[in-house]
């Protein structure tokens, strides 16, 4: 008896069935064609999508353009600012220069004509190395001046890397400007100290001059008076110079002369007192300008002076000026050596300065009148310890106690 086959049971593997869902080869099936609607979807997702990326891609743009646009504005205030601070400097390092080239010139101008016998040597040589030296801080500072010049800043460009490129060149402007700035300080810095060696150092040349100039004097004290004080005032031109100069090189040009003129006066005065007795009377005359006060002294000699001389007297006169400090000019007849360094002698001598150092104590009593002046002279010799006739006594007869101790004050 057989058993129906029952088709709708078939298991797969019967024969004559096919399965459309797996291939020949075991294969899984391709996916189904897409519909209109999916690709409709997929184009618009890919558009979205290229369009973010260009909103992006312009966004970064617009941030790179801006931010190009702010990094030039920055470069381009912060050298703005640099360059002019550079050029302030330049400005003044060059007026500093021209100011310094003058005091320079000035320096070598003196060391030029300064007498080196008339002031200490060694502050001559001081004033020449500084010169040297402080012409060389001024070339120095030329160098630095030439080394830059202010860049001309271009017209802001509009694409960024127009912006960016100049952005770079700006800030290269900057550095250079800034460090020319430090060395324009540096240079200026060097001209200040080269500066303050010159005008010290010549000041130091400029104050040895009445020092030097009270030796040269001594050593010409039979000088005229008139010779004695256009030296001193020469001496104190000098002194009174402030800096370096061409002024200052002719005071010390005029200084020179009157020191040719001092020593010329001297020769002059002691060629017209030469003789036998040349040796006492500058001996006189010394002793004279020792108890003269400073009064600066001239001496004439005669054979007779006041109306005395000769062999059996001695006669003296004398003037004086109140005038650049006081001066006076004594006369002594030639008996005065004769009878030098006798007592007589010695005190007409006195009172002759007495009557010369009138000059700087004229208040002390009336010296408008011709009596009170022989008083006034004759007290000054006694006040001075001289007792013997010639202090002027026996002429004028013996002064008021209150003239002696008027005269005993003025030294």
């Known amino acids: 008896m057989s058993t129906p086959i029952d088709d709708a049971a078939a298991g797969p593997a019967q024969a004559g ?9 075991g294969e899984v099936p391709a996916p189904p064609e897409p519909t209109r609607a999916m690709r409709r979807t997929r184009g618009i997702l890919i558009t979205v999508g290229c369009i973010l990326l260009l909103a992006i891609a312009v966004g970064v743009g617009v941030f790179v353009h801006l931010s190009a646009h702010a990094a030039y504005d920055e470069a381009r205030d912060a050298t703005e600012s640099s360059i002019q601070e550079a050029a302030a400097a330049r400005d003044g390092l060059a007026a500093s220069a021209r100011n310094r080239a003058e005091v320079v010139e000035g320096a070598e101008d003196v060391v ?7 002031i200490d040597p060694a502050t001559l040589a001081a004033l020449g190395e500084q ?5 060389a801080a001024v ?10 010049e202010a860049p001309a800043l271009a017209e802001k460009p509009i694409w960024t890397w127009e912006l960016t490129a ?16 430090d060395s324009a300080d540096t240079a200026e810095a060097a001209l200040d100290v080269a500066d303050t060696a010159v005008t010290d150092a010549a000041a130091a040349l400029f104050a040895s001059a009445p020092a030097v100039a009270a030796t040269v004097e001594q050593a010409n004290v039979s000088a005229t008076t008139g010779a004695v004080l256009d030296f001193r005032d020469a001496a104190q ?3 009174a110079q402030a800096s370096p100069s061409a002024d200052a090189a002719a005071a010390l040009t005029a200084y020179a002369e009157r020191a040719a003129a001092l020593r010329a006066s001297q020769a002059a005065e002691l060629a017209e007192k030469a003789g036998p007795q040349l040796d006492t009377r500058l001996e006189i005359e010394a002793y004279a300008r020792s108890i003269s006060g400073g009064v600066l002294l001239d001496f004439d000699w005669a054979s007779t002076a006041a109306g005395a001389g000769g062999p059996n007297s001695i006669g003296g006169t004398a003037t004086w000026d109140s005038s650049r400090g006081g001066f006076s000019t004594v006369t002594l007849s030639y008996s005065v050596a004769d009878w030098w360094p006798g007592d007589d002698a010695r005190a007409l001598v006195t009172h ?13 009593f ?3 009148s011709g009596p009170a002046n022989e008083e006034w002279a004759t007290a000054w010799a006694i006040s001075m310890g001289q007792t013997a006739e010639g202090n002027g006594v026996q002429a004028y007869g013996y002064p008021s106690q209150a003239m002696i101790d008027a005269a005993s004050g003025c030294r």
Do not use: M, N, R
């Not at 069935?17 to 080869?25: C, G, H, K, L, T």
């Open 139 to 148: 070339k120095q500072a030329q160098a630095t001046i030439d080394s830059w």
């Open 366 to 368: 009336d010296s408008q």
């Open 237 to 239: 031109a000098v002194a």
């Open 166 to 181: 100049d952005t770079t060149v700006l800030k290269q402007d900057e550095q250079e400007a800034a460090s020319f700035e």
């Open 17 to 25: 069935v096919i399965d459309p869902s797996v291939s020949e080869a």
């Open 131 to 135: 010169a040297t030296a402080g012409e």
């Open 112 to 118: 030029a004509v300064a007498p080196a016998d008339l």
């Open 352 to 364: 002759e300065v007495g009557h010369s150092i009138t000059a700087k104590c004229y208040q002390l």
